[in-house]
């Protein structure tokens, strides 16, 4: 089952951007671009979220509806 979480990207003057969330404490990821900050992040979520279901104090997340609105990045 997947689940949204929001996270925060941030543009770091050396020019790696770091990624949080609010809605997954402990989450930090940082890249070298957008994407593969995303894809680090998508994997720290999942090992955060496996570790907290373990120790039976799992996150809430909102699960994915049918519909959703997703914010798309476009480079020119």
């Known amino acids: 089952m997947e689940h949204i979480a929001t996270l925060h990207i941030e543009k770091l003057p050396e020019g790696f951007y770091l990624a949080t969330s609010n809605d ?3 989450l930090v990821a940082q890249g070298r671009t957008i994407a593969e900050t ?16 373990e120790r039976q104090t799992p996150i809430q997340l909102n ?14």
Do not use: M, Q, S, T
């Open 24 to 26: 997954i404490p402990g």
């Open 38 to 53: 995303l894809e680090i992040a998508r994997d720290v979520a999942k090992k955060l979220l496996e570790a907290r279901e």
């Open 63 to 76: 699960e994915i509806e049918d519909v959703f609105d997703y914010p798309l990045i476009v480079g020119i």
